[in-house]
């Protein structure tokens, strides 16, 4: 025990004389290292933060929806647009069969894309608002959350066609500014009064959505069939259909009997084709990790070149450190000091040295990291589980550094190396 504290205090003085003795070879000798970790952490800190992002989403939206849409989220768009765009948009009327039909469903919502227009408050407007024609259930297929006392369209208003409204955070904030509640306060669009019941958490960071809230106003759908319809002529006009299995249901039974009673909704023949897309978050989980993967492994290849010329940076250090103390060394084995002992006190130093490097990377990836987070709003965390693998890489790449002029000292003859 004591010999092995006594080699790595050895170690960091001889490492620390280098550092100080020789500053601008050190740095330039350990940037390789910093630059290294730096990539190889920083991309993994981005990559797992977007992850887990992308995973809570998931978890909030559910793994037992079936979403019912003309395009596939695992297909490439490009090569299919067009055969997508043929298919017809989904219809009301086919909402309430799957509704009515499903036996396996326990939800079943329906939303429709109104277009964009202008929302007035008293001297302020803000426009290009997105409209949703949504019914009932949305409210818990979505997991919409609310600001203050806000609420979702009772049961009542829906079916009536009320005219209230549910409002995105970014258009409350935009329109009323601070300190005036939105609730219960009426806007203006196309000449029509709406009163806004709710305004909607702030979904921003939330990446995995299908609909970006923030900047939406959610009205009734039978409000918006009676003749609120804000869709610019020609605008494209996309609806879609969410379906939620019922506790203990098979995603897979539930979406066989969804195939079967839109199949015979839409009078499709046996060989004819689907003309509509079911998606579920499984694709889009398997889409991620592939991208996920290829996004660690830039990381790992840019960080791992800047590792493999700090490495060399370090073992050139090294090879001029054994030759400086060469007479040193001889001194030290001519008084008995082992063979083992020596080559340990150079790879403690090599390893000192590429810990510093590996901390300062560490260092500047934290300041990144929390500019980051602040200037866009996305938090990228530096995890411990990624200083830790940092500071491993670090030790791993001064022990592949050190190893060679650790021997090449080991080896040498007392006598010879006193005469140096």
């Not at 887990?52 to 929806?65: A, E, P, Q, T, Y």
């Not at 009327?93 to 326990?106: F, G, M």
């Not at 991208?291 to 090294?318: E, Q, T």
Request: with cysteine; proline share 2%.
């Amino acid at each position: 025990m004591y010999q092995a504290i006594r080699i790595i205090q050895e170690g960091a003085m001889q490492a620390w004389q280098q550092l100080i003795a020789n500053k601008l070879r050190s740095f330039l000798s350990l940037l390789g290292v910093t630059i290294g970790i730096f990539c190889i952490i920083g991309v993994k800190s981005a990559v797992n933060s977007l992850e887990d992002n992308i995973r809570n989403s998931m978890k909030k939206l559910g793994n037992d929806v079936i979403y019912i849409e003309k395009f596939s989220w695992s297909e490439d768009p490009g090569q299919n647009y067009w055969k997508w765009m043929r298919r017809p948009n989904f219809s009301f009327t086919e909402y309430e069969v799957l509704q009515e039909r499903l036996k396996l469903a326990d939800k079943v919502g329906f939303w429709q894309f109104l277009g964009a227009k202008t929302a007035k408050w008293r001297s302020s407007s803000v426009e290009n608002v997105f409209f949703l024609g949504v019914t009932e259930d949305c409210k818990d297929l979505f997991h919409l959350e609310f600001e203050n006392e806000g609420r979702f369209m009772s049961s009542v208003e829906y079916h009536s066609g009320s005219d209230v409204c549910v409002m995105g955070y970014q258009i409350a904030e935009s329109l009323f500014g601070p300190g005036i509640d939105p609730v219960e306060r009426e806007i203006n669009v196309n000449g029509r009064k709406l009163r806004i019941i709710g305004v909607l958490k702030k979904s921003g960071n939330d990446l995995l959505k299908p609909f970006n809230f923030d900047q939406a106003v959610l009205v009734g759908f039978n409000l918006a069939r009676r003749g609120f319809n804000v869709r610019r002529e020609g605008q494209f006009e996309r609806t879609s259909v969410s379906v939620q299995a019922k506790p203990g249901v098979n995603l897979d039974d539930m979406q066989d009997e969804i195939v079967g009673v839109l199949r015979a909704e839409r009078r499709l023949k046996p060989r004819e084709e689907n003309n509509f897309a079911m998606n579920t978050l499984s694709i889009l989980s398997g889409l991620f990790d592939g991208v996920f993967g290829v996004l660690n492994l830039a990381g790992a290849l840019i960080g791992g070149f800047a590792l493999l010329v700090g490495m060399f940076s370090v073992a050139n250090i090294m090879f001029v450190s054994v030759k400086e103390r060469t007479n040193l060394i001889g001194i030290k084995m001519a008084l008995g000091a082992k063979r083992w002992f020596i080559l340990l006190e150079i790879l403690v130093e090599a390893v000192i040295l590429c810990l510093a490097g590996g901390l300062l990377g560490l260092f500047f990836i934290w300041i990144v990291t929390a500019i980051i987070s602040k200037v866009l709003e996305f938090e990228i965390a530096l995890s411990l589980s990624n200083v830790m693998f940092g500071i491993v890489t670090s030790v791993a790449v001064g022990v592949l550094s050190g190893m060679i002029p650790a021997r090449q000292a080991s080896k040498m003859d007392p006598v010879e190396a006193i005469r140096k």
